[in-house]
């Protein structure tokens, strides 16, 4: 009796220690969903095909998924009479998209594999390709994310740096997520794509000093001192293609956001943003590996979670 009790505690323990650590691995579906990776592939071709921006706009819904209760895919959830999700806190709200593309994808994957791939995986993937679309760098996406039945649009609220971030404040932000500092840096380089709205970016053009002056009134042009506050400027001046412009622009003093420009302004980033404006491979490379590690913020594994149907709403 003493040795079957002993069996059955180690077996409980051995259980939670696979609980605790649980292991995405990039071969995951590799026999419950060969064709995934083609399938995602081809979807985020069309899309970015159809509107280049998409490939921003994804990479922007996996960082804000990613930086709340981990890559969970909660972003995704939509608000109901009994639910609040994040689509609606201050940095999601009327700004994030794409949603319609994650659905697409998982829509085909459920028609090929049945509901065996989470939604976090398919918006991992698709981020990557993306960016690869978009001229980036690629990675080996880990995978075995599970999705959350919750999401908290206060932490959304509370814990997406802002637009208005001090460099201090990017940094213990990051950090409070497991990223350096120097990760920090090369994810902000993920503004190489993409545009952002002039409410984002009105106080830097109109009222701070370390810009360039020509730089600043060109971006009046189309965003004015007041109104217009869902008018669009490109984060640099090649914002479909991914590249090292971005630490350019910082270096040159244009970076479109407040937080930026916080990069390259006299602080402990400067060096980094001066190797990655005339070293694109260096940035590729961080750009890269921070991704991988970003997207191995808190994934729910084994039976945490579930893996949703439908993207938008749980099981």
């Given at each position: 009796?003493?040795?079957?009790?002993?069996?059955?505690?180690?077996?409980?323990?051995?259980?939670?220690?696979?609980?605790?650590?649980?292991?995405?691995?990039?071969?995951?579906?590799?026999?419950?969903?060969?064709?995934?990776?083609?399938?995602?592939?081809?979807?985020?071709?069309?899309?970015?095909?159809?509107?280049?921006?998409?490939?921003?706009?994804?990479?922007?819904?996996?960082?804000?998924?990613?930086?709340?209760?981990?890559?969970?895919?909660?972003?995704?959830?939509?608000?109901?009479?009994?639910?609040?999700?994040?689509?609606?806190?201050?940095?999601?709200?009327?700004?994030?998209?794409?949603?319609?593309?994650?659905?697409?994808?998982?829509?085909?994957?459920?028609?090929?594999?049945?509901?065996?791939?989470?939604?976090?995986?398919?918006?991992?993937?698709?981020?990557?390709?993306?960016?690869?679309?978009?001229?980036?760098?690629?990675?080996?996406?880990?995978?075995?994310?599970?999705?959350?039945?919750?999401?908290?649009?206060?932490?959304?609220?509370?814990?997406?740096?802002?637009?208005?971030?001090?460099?201090?404040?990017?940094?213990?932000?990051?950090?409070?997520?497991?990223?350096?500092?120097?990760?920090?840096?090369?994810?902000?380089?993920?503004?190489?794509?993409?545009?952002?709205?002039?409410?984002?970016?009105?106080?830097?053009?109109?009222?701070?000093?370390?810009?360039?002056?020509t730089f600043a009134r060109t971006r009046r042009a189309t965003c004015p001192a007041t109104g217009g506050d869902t008018n669009l400027a490109p984060l640099d001046q090649t914002q479909t293609q991914f590249d090292n412009n971005y630490y350019q622009n910082l270096v040159n003093r244009r970076g479109l956001l407040h937080s930026d420009q916080e990069l390259f302004n006299g602080g402990s980033q400067d060096a980094l943003v001066r190797t990655y404006s005339t070293n694109g491979a260096t940035f590729s490379?961080?750009?890269?590996?921070?991704?991988?590690?970003?997207?191995?913020?808190?994934?729910?594994?084994?039976?945490?979670?579930?893996?949703?149907?439908?993207?938008?709403?749980?099981?």
């Amino acid at each position: 009796m003493a040795n079957f009790r002993n069996i059955v505690i180690l077996s409980f323990i051995a259980l939670l220690a696979c609980g605790v650590n649980a292991q995405l691995s990039s071969t995951f579906y590799s026999s419950s969903c060969p064709n995934l990776l083609s399938i995602v592939r081809t979807a985020m071709t069309q899309a970015v095909n159809r509107e280049a921006r998409l490939g921003a706009s994804i990479l922007r819904l996996f960082f804000h998924d990613c930086f709340v209760n981990g890559c969970d895919a909660s972003i995704l959830l939509d608000d109901t009479a009994n639910f609040t999700g994040e689509k609606n806190a201050a940095p999601n709200r009327n700004s994030a998209r794409g949603f319609e593309v994650i659905d697409t994808i998982k829509t085909r994957v459920n028609a090929a594999c049945g509901n065996v791939v989470s939604c976090a995986d398919i918006l991992a993937l698709a981020t990557r390709d993306g960016v690869v679309l978009l001229g980036g760098p690629t990675w080996t996406v880990p995978l075995g994310r599970r999705d959350a039945r919750t999401a908290s649009q206060s932490a959304a609220n509370s814990q997406i740096p802002s637009p208005f971030s001090s460099l201090t404040t990017l940094i213990s932000m990051f950090q409070a997520k497991g990223l350096t500092a120097r990760e920090m840096t090369a994810l902000s380089g993920g503004h190489t794509i993409g545009f952002a709205r002039c409410s984002t970016f009105r106080t830097r053009i109109y009222n701070e000093t370390n810009i360039d002056a020509t730089f600043a009134r060109t971006r009046r042009a189309t965003c004015p001192a007041t109104g217009g506050d869902t008018n669009l400027a490109p984060l640099d001046q090649t914002q479909t293609q991914f590249d090292n412009n971005y630490y350019q622009n910082l270096v040159n003093r244009r970076g479109l956001l407040h937080s930026d420009q916080e990069l390259f302004n006299g602080g402990s980033q400067d060096a980094l943003v001066r190797t990655y404006s005339t070293n694109g491979a260096t940035f590729s490379s961080d750009f890269a590996s921070a991704m991988v590690n970003m997207g191995n913020i808190s994934p729910l594994t084994g039976t945490n979670g579930e893996i949703r149907n439908n993207c938008r709403r749980i099981n």
